[in-house]
């Protein structure tokens, strides 16, 4: 059973430049939601897809998007990067909206310049 | 007042010792709640969710909510090194879907 995957694992950029991290869902699952994860600190929402559409959004800036595939796989990009943005971006698959449980994947640490 | 509360620890039990963890939270509508292990440098882990009042026994791992107090947590029995980690308290409000992690609790479990 396939878990959910992530690439790329590191990545460095210099400000002002664009990242695109992608995810893959867990065997089975259609839902994507994209944490950031700073030094120290729980995971903070940045928003969910779901029938490759952003269902909900988290507190952070329209600098950050994403999109879905027909087949649940999921980008999120970054433009304009800030050295703030610097953090480990965990996603996380679900089965559709709502309570269930979201299972992690390994994370991209994004270090930013 | 944060949405979820942890102490960040550390914590630091003796190995085959008990380890409690707790966790507060402000919204009265959440409705499922997560424990999470995350070892340094690595991702979440889900250890235990739990839905309704009262505890929830898996292995060495009890989970244990009460909703009227707001309060949710884990005990750790026979605790090993292994357990070192940081332990993520997150709680989803439903029909909103998103996760609230508090900011974790580090445990150290001392041989």
């Known amino acids: 059973d396939a878990g959910v995957t992530q690439s790329p694992t590191h990545l460095i950029k210099t400000r002002g430049q664009q990242v695109t991290l992608r995810c893959s869902p867990k065997?089975?699952?259609?839902?994507v939601s994209w944490y950031q994860q700073a030094l120290g600190q729980g995971p903070q929402f940045i928003f969910q897809?779901?029938?490759?559409?952003?269902?909900q959004r988290g507190n952070f800036p329209d600098r950050f998007s994403g999109h879905q595939f027909p087949n649940y796989s999921s980008e999120l990009n970054v433009n304009a990067l800030l050295l703030g943005d610097s953090a480990l971006y965990l996603c996380?698959?679900?089965?559709?909206?709502?309570?269930?449980?979201?299972?992690f994947g390994p994370g991209t640490r994004l270090l930013v310049l | 007042q944060k949405e979820v509360e942890q102490n960040s620890g550390p914590l630091s039990v003796p190995e085959g010792a008990i380890a409690s963890l707790n966790c507060t939270y402000s919204?009265?509508?959440?409705?499922?709640f997560f424990w999470y292990r995350q070892y340094s440098g690595k991702s979440p882990e889900l250890i235990m969710s739990?839905?309704?009042?009262g505890d929830k026994e898996d292995g060495r791992f009890t989970a244990q909510l009460n909703k009227a107090s707001q309060y949710v947590s884990l005990l750790i029995r026979d605790s090993q090194p292994s357990d070192s980690a940081t332990y993520l308290c997150?709680?989803?409000?439903?029909?909103?879907?998103?996760?609230?992690f508090g900011k974790g609790t580090k445990l150290s479990v001392k041989p």
């Open positions: 996380a698959s679900s089965l559709g909206l709502g309570e269930e449980t979201q299972y």
């Open positions: 065997s089975g699952h259609d839902t």
């Open positions: 897809y779901y029938e490759e559409e952003e269902r």
């Open positions: 919204d009265r509508v959440s409705q499922s």
């Open positions: 739990i839905y309704s009042n």
């Open positions: 997150a709680v989803n409000r439903g029909s909103q879907g998103n996760l609230i």
